[in-house]
């Protein structure tokens, strides 16, 4: 690691975890005490404000309106930002990075221009199918918990749930859906993965702690693709996996190979919907579950034959 990126990266972690010490942030980066001591005065002198509490409850901390250099951006230009940001959320592949700028805008502006960014992350920019409603104050502080690799304690309603109950998680990544939020995390005392729907969240703990957790997933999308959903499809589609995911946007469902054939996953919460989607994909195939699919299927063809009768000539 360059002196500047360690540097950079000394910034991202006062960021995420304000008051770390010394000691944990030369184990982080792996340098001596000394170095990080020299990287902070460093810092300070082009102009970050970072204050440093001594003692063995102490660390430092980087202020408000210093993780960039003085006048670097001005009220108007963080209003611009901001818009940019919920501009950049309907673009395929930048919704996370989205909200992780937004989360370290928020943390390092000037206190008076807080209300500002707050009205701001209220606007709709884009027309369209809009994400689930998520709120925000759920998910700048889950982006950043991922980022700081912080655990975290989560209010979750799972589905069809009366009430939320609270569960403590080892955060991997936010992810979108379907135009939903998922939080990729591993429950304390597990040894698995798990997709939490972030609409369902209803309050965020940070822990200052991280817990065990496995190898993250080497593809969280297919953790995903049926997770919140009231129905978990499966059908074995007689054609081979490669014709198949060229049919198929992969944040919609999951292609499994199998031999010269392959199996499809998805969730959803509408059958009649699924019903329709696999008609329109024109392959044969065969409804592993639910058997209710079966029946779904049935009423369309039924409801297109009745509907679209040949009239005989003459």
């Given at each position: 690691?360059?002196?500047t990126?360690?540097?950079?990266?000394?910034?991202?972690?006062?960021?995420?975890?304000?008051?770390?010490?010394?000691?944990?942030?030369?184990?982080?980066?792996?340098?001596?005490?000394?170095?990080?001591?020299?990287?902070?005065?460093?810092?300070?002198?082009?102009?970050?404000?970072?204050?440093?509490?001594?003692?063995?409850?102490?660390?430092?901390?980087?202020?408000?309106?210093?993780?960039?250099p003085?006048?670097?951006?001005?009220?108007?230009?963080?209003?611009?930002?901001?818009?940019?940001?919920?501009?950049?959320?309907?673009?395929?592949?930048?919704?996370?990075?989205?909200?992780?700028?937004?989360?370290?805008?928020?943390?390092?502006?000037?206190?008076?221009?807080?209300?500002?960014?707050?009205?701001?992350?209220d606007?709709?920019?884009?027309p369209?199918?809009?994400?689930?409603?998520?709120?925000?104050?759920?998910?700048?502080?889950?982006?950043?918990?991922?980022?700081?690799?912080?655990?975290?304690?989560?209010r979750?309603?799972?589905?069809?749930?009366?009430?939320?109950?609270?569960?403590?998680?080892?955060?991997?990544?936010?992810?979108?859906?379907?135009?939903?939020?998922?939080?990729?995390?591993?429950?304390?005392?597990?040894?698995?993965?798990?997709?939490?729907?972030?609409?369902?969240?209803?309050?965020?703990?940070?822990?200052?702690?991280?817990?065990?957790?496995?190898?993250?997933?080497?593809?969280?999308?297919?953790?995903?693709?049926?997770?919140?959903?009231?129905?978990?499809?499966?059908?074995?589609?007689?054609?081979?996996?490669?014709?198949?995911?060229?049919?198929?946007?992969?944040?919609?469902?999951?292609v499994?190979?199998?031999?010269?054939?392959?199996?499809?996953?998805?969730?959803?919460?509408d059958?009649?919907?699924?019903?329709?989607?696999?008609?329109?994909?024109?392959?044969?195939?065969?409804?592993?579950?639910?058997?209710?699919?079966?029946?779904?299927?049935?009423?369309?063809?039924?409801?297109?034959?009745?509907?679209?009768?040949?009239?005989p000539?003459?």
């Amino acid at each position: 690691m360059t002196t500047t990126s360690r540097r950079l990266e000394t910034l991202a972690l006062l960021q995420a975890r304000p008051g770390i010490s010394a000691s944990d942030l030369a184990a982080r980066l792996g340098v001596t005490e000394r170095t990080t001591r020299r990287d902070i005065a460093q810092l300070r002198e082009l102009g970050y404000r970072i204050d440093g509490a001594p003692g063995r409850i102490g660390g430092y901390r980087l202020a408000h309106g210093a993780a960039m250099p003085p006048l670097l951006l001005d009220a108007d230009e963080v209003a611009a930002v901001s818009l940019g940001l919920r501009t950049a959320v309907a673009v395929d592949g930048l919704e996370t990075a989205t909200v992780t700028a937004l989360a370290k805008l928020t943390q390092v502006v000037p206190p008076r221009w807080q209300a500002r960014l707050a009205a701001l992350a209220d606007v709709e920019a884009l027309p369209g199918k809009p994400f689930r409603q998520a709120a925000r104050d759920t998910l700048v502080p889950l982006a950043l918990a991922c980022r700081a690799r912080e655990a975290v304690r989560i209010r979750h309603r799972a589905l069809d749930a009366p009430a939320a109950k609270p569960v403590e998680v080892q955060p991997y990544r936010l992810l979108t859906v379907r135009r939903q939020w998922y939080l990729v995390a591993c429950p304390r005392g597990t040894t698995e993965w798990k997709a939490f729907a972030v609409d369902r969240i209803e309050a965020v703990q940070p822990l200052g702690i991280q817990l065990p957790a496995p190898e993250p997933p080497s593809t969280v999308a297919d953790l995903v693709t049926d997770a919140g959903w009231r129905y978990r499809v499966r059908v074995q589609v007689h054609t081979s996996a490669e014709l198949v995911r060229e049919l198929v946007d992969p944040s919609v469902a999951t292609v499994v190979e199998d031999g010269d054939e392959c199996e499809l996953r998805f969730g959803t919460d509408d059958l009649d919907w699924a019903a329709r989607w696999l008609a329109y994909l024109d392959v044969d195939f065969d409804v592993v579950e639910p058997s209710a699919l079966t029946d779904r299927l049935h009423a369309f063809g039924s409801w297109l034959a009745a509907r679209y009768v040949t009239t005989p000539p003459g």
